[in-house]
């Protein structure tokens, strides 16, 4: 985030003006419980970095200004001083020139401190702390890593366009706002160039008055790398969509050791993931999608190459996803993400359902039922999630699916027990967003959730359902249920599904697409007691994620993914 910024202090008529293409200003931890309202952005300019550059530099005017009073000199050391602009944001952005001082120095950075706050609202030791965990450690599972190797490792190297200085600047002052840190991208110009002023120089704006335990806390030593990786992403790719680039910085509060708080998004999840409107909420929701793709999709390879890939928002995610070799899509992913959120469970086979770096707290369901049968409606943002939580599930439901032609639906069925093992079973859809299962392996569990999943890359999805249940749905004891496994998996150009049947029954093994088109029908017929091996070669079947999906004596009983390679 460019600001981590309390909107109300500012009127909505400066609001109005100063709003223009940008990054969000978000809500400190302790307020944004009791307050959701729009922030304001930052200023930005409207024309790319790249073209402004070299606009200027054929110009001639691509260089630093001539007043030594106000620009660092060529080799800063400690006890230097020279006027910085140092910003208000409490309305209108206006900067005023003070003199500040260079107070500490790592290897990779400088720690600027406003000379007001000097022993007042920061001190040696503070700056001591910074420097040291900057450089050299942080709070979590990198414990041997600072910041500058957590952020540069990840997401690559801060820019260096006027300053010539191979450290970057961490300027402290009093915001008088409640906001805790910002990147303010017209440093990256010279001043005098642009609508507003620079310092030129690579630096990131830090509150010595934050609410978050004082400038060295390990919180505000997680806001410093959050505004570090603006100012890194800022270099790779300076025209990233917002929630690209805020669900990044809070993956950098995530490495350091101190992550945002998990509030606010999880008691409304139908918040689309790709729109930015610098509500708490929305830091949450892109901080708990960036460390999910970074858990299940490669680790930091993965990040390293988003954030250096030149496509912005949902493409550059697909294209890391296949440039790392991953068959599938950004929507399966999203998919799998809304199910994770609910049920955060490592142990369900393939531990894509859960989190291994956080806890979430529970999830809200949009509704409940627990009298059947029943229909109702909905809709759900693009790129968000509706829950529905079904009570009183005392024999096998059926779920039948109807959502809008024009959107992409996931549907994915949870059946959660305290003293069962948790099932999850995905529905297969069709072109339309249609389908129907009998979730048999769920009767008597005490509740099962629909994770109703927009996958549309926009507009909101209306969808359609009915729950009934089979009083006359007999089926093994738990224990014996039928369980699908493949292997190998993923495989080319050949798999085998195994399951093991209780009893002799009808079976049905179908595979499906990602849309829930049937591909292949593996077994349609009686089948005896006792295990079963069935081979399937994928001859002229594209690469993908597939669903295969066994039913038993008419009731569908268990599914897995499946990933075709060639």
Request: charged share 15%; proline share 7%.
């Amino acid at each position: 985030m460019e600001c981590r910024y309390n909107f109300a202090r500012a009127t909505r008529a400066i609001l109005a003006i100063i709003l223009c293409v940008g990054f969000a200003v978000s809500l400190l931890p302790n307020v944004a419980a009791a307050i959701d309202c729009p922030t304001r952005l930052l200023p930005r300019p409207a024309e790319d970095y790249e073209v402004t550059r070299a606009r200027l530099e054929a110009a001639g005017q691509w260089q630093q200004t001539s007043d030594p009073a106000r620009t660092p000199p060529p080799d800063p050391q400690l006890g230097d001083t020279w006027l910085w602009y140092v910003w208000d944001l409490g309305g209108m952005p206006v900067a005023d020139l003070k003199p500040c001082t260079v107070r500490g120095m790592g290897d990779n950075c400088y720690v600027v401190v406003d000379d007001e706050e000097w022993l007042n609202g920061i001190d040696q030791d503070e700056v001591d702390r910074i420097v040291q965990h900057f450089e050299n450690q942080s709070v979590g599972e990198f414990p041997d890593q600072g910041i500058w190797d957590l952020n540069t490792s990840h997401f690559g190297d801060p820019p260096n366009p006027l300053d010539g200085l191979d450290r970057i600047f961490l300027f402290y002052y009093q915001f008088n706002i409640s906001a805790d840190g910002f990147f303010w991208v017209f440093d990256q110009y010279p001043d005098g160039s642009m609508a507003w002023a620079s310092n030129e120089a690579d630096v990131v704006y830090l509150a010595t008055d934050s609410g978050g335990g004082g400038p060295a806390s390990d919180y505000m030593l997680a806001v410093a790398a959050h505004e570090f990786q603006h100012m890194i992403h800022f270099n790779q790719d300076s025209n990233e969509v917002a929630w690209v680039d805020e669900g990044l910085a809070e993956l950098a509060m995530w490495l350091f050791g101190h992550p945002d708080n998990i509030s606010s998004f999880n008691t409304n999840p139908d918040n689309s993931l790709l729109v930015w409107n610098g509500a708490w909420a929305d830091y949450i929701k892109t901080y708990l999608w960036t460390l999910y793709f970074y858990e299940q999709y490669g680790g930091q390879p993965s990040i390293w190459n988003l954030i250096h890939n030149p496509a912005n928002s949902l493409l550059g995610y697909q294209q890391t996803l296949d440039g790392e070799g991953y068959v599938t899509t950004t929507q399966d992913v999203c998919g799998d993400w809304v199910t994770a959120n609910f049920l955060d469970d490592t142990t369900i086979p393939d531990g894509q359902f859960g989190y291994l770096g956080d806890d979430l707290p529970p999830f809200t369901a949009y509704r409940t039922h627990s009298v059947y049968p029943v229909s109702a409606s909905g809709a759900v943002q693009h790129y968000a999630a509706d829950y529905i939580r079904l009570q009183n599930v005392t024999a096998a439901p059926t779920i039948t699916f109807n959502g809008a032609d024009s959107r992409d639906f996931r549907l994915t069925l949870l059946a959660i027990d305290p003293d069962l093992p948790t099932l999850v079973q995905s529905v297969p859809l069709d072109d339309a967003n249609d389908g129907s299962l009998t979730f048999g392996a769920a009767q008597g569990y005490a509740q099962v959730v629909m994770a109703i999943a927009n996958v549309h890359a926009s507009g909101t999805g209306l969808y359609n359902y009915e729950i009934t249940l089979s009083p006359t749905a007999v089926l093994p004891t738990l224990s014996a249920l039928p369980v699908l496994s493949n292997h190998p998996n993923p495989f080319n150009p050949q798999t085998a599904f195994e399951f093991t049947l209780p009893h002799d029954a009808a079976v049905r093994l179908t595979l499906h697409d990602a849309r829930g088109r049937e591909v292949a029908r593996l077994v349609d017929g009686s089948l005896p007691t006792g295990p079963h091996n069935i081979t399937w070669r994928a001859g002229s079947t594209p690469a993908g994620v597939y669903l295969g999906r066994l039913m038993v004596d008419g009731i569908d009983v268990s599914t897995v993914k499946v990933t075709i390679v060639k």
